[in-house]
Structures are given as C-alpha cells and as structure tokens.
C-alpha cells in the first residue's frame, strides 16, 4: 500500500538556525498537505500543494512539491521558539489522506 | 477548533473494559474520521465516516468499532481495551472525502489502557 515517510525523525536546532524536513511518497501524489502539531496540541493544516514542481511560502516556511509528485519538503528559515512542534506531510493519490511520521522539531534559545 | 469537540480528554481504564470516545462537530460536514497517533507511527486512520450509517475501516481498524447515528456525532467504541490500545486519538472533519480536502482536528482523547 500507499506509504509515506519522513525524514528527520528529530530535529534541534539554535534559535535562528534553518530547518529543513523532507517527505517521501512510494507513490505518486495527487496531493501533499503539510500539518504542524504543537507540544499537547493536535495537528493544524498548514498549507496543500496540486502541481508538479510548485512551491508556496508563508512567512519564513517555503513549502515544495517536487517535479515528479513523490516528494515534498517543508524549509523553515531563522527558527523561532514558536516554531517548536511536529511538522506531519499527509499525501493522497485516491480519497485518502496519508500521513507521514512526521518531524519533531525542537529550537533552543 | 471551537467545530468540533471530543470526550472524555483523558481516561484511564483497565484491560478488558470497554471504552467509548465521542466526537462532537457543529460544522455539518459530512466526513468525520478517527485516527490514533503513536510515537514513530504518526497519525493512522482507524475508521471513518462518510455520512450517517455510513461508515468504513481505515488502516488500523482491528479492535475498534464506531458508529454514526446523526451528522454531529460519531463514536469510537473499544469493546474490550486492550494495553496496545493506548494512545491519543483524534478526530477528525471535512467538508468531503477528496484526499484533496482539508482535515480539521479535535483536541484529542488521551487513552490509557493499564
């Protein structure tokens, strides 16, 4: 069946360090979603992206579909604090979403 | 999100009990979808629902059972907890079942299964 993984699993960085977590589809993707889960929270949509090659940003995240619709990324530049949580891609290639393992990310002062 | 609720936030119960979660929406969407994330497994579906009485598995279906008896609601029932069955669940809405749609999630159901 349809998997999704992402890499890292882990991730701590300094404050003002970039972040960069990938996502990698054993299918082809009609879709990518990116979800960011706070520490006790639940997860929030982000952001989708359709097309082969697209790329979005909001504020300092830079959001990739890659060209062959199997692979996304999520770049976060200058961490804050606020950026602490765990980034989940979720794809679909028929009428369900999967979610990837997502990537914890921790930033320290 | 203010749309959607989920109870009891928090239950402690012993092997072998049964145990049922509620998800409440006030957003009549028509899908509603359970899901239980585990360390290293991220978030994986367990049923879902595409209208009232109407419902499906999802990936990790074994040992739950729900039901949809009005648009608003829908019931995760764990008829004997076992300690494998500990996690948070989450439920989930949208507005259809296009892979395409965007989840909004409740707050959580923290389950712990001694």
């Known amino acids: 069946g349809q998997q999704v993984m992402q890499i890292p699993q882990y991730q701590h960085v300094q404050e003002g360090e970039d972040f960069t977590t990938y996502c990698n589809s054993s299918?082809?993707?009609?879709?990518i979603q990116w979800y960011k889960q706070r520490p006790g929270g639940h997860p929030v949509f982000l952001i989708q992206?359709?097309?082969?090659?697209e790329v979005k940003k909001q504020k300092r995240l830079t959001f990739q579909f890659g060209e062959a619709k199997k692979n996304s990324s999520l770049h976060i530049t200058a961490t804050q604090t606020t950026d602490v949580g765990t980034y989940f891609c979720a794809g679909s290639n028929t009428d369900k979403l999967i979610f990837g393992t997502g990537t914890r990310l921790q930033v320290f002062p | 999100d203010a749309g959607i609720t989920q109870s009891p936030r928090h239950k402690v119960t012993e092997t072998g009990t049964p145990v049922t979660l509620r998800c409440h929406q006030t957003?009549?969407?028509?899908?509603m979808y359970w899901y239980r994330q585990d360390p290293g497994h991220g978030l994986r579906l367990i049923h879902y629902s595409y209208g009232v009485k109407d419902t499906d598995k999802g990936e990790v279906s074994d040992g739950y059972s729900v039901s949809r008896s009005k648009t608003e609601d829908f019931l995760l029932t764990l008829e004997s907890a076992t300690s494998s069955q500990t996690s948070v669940y989450f439920c989930a809405i949208s507005e259809s079942g296009s892979g395409a749609n965007v989840l909004t999630f409740g707050a959580g159901s923290r389950l712990t299964v001694l």
């Open positions: 957003e009549n969407h028509r899908y």
């Open positions: 299918t082809t993707l009609s879709n």
């Open positions: 992206l359709v097309k082969s090659g």
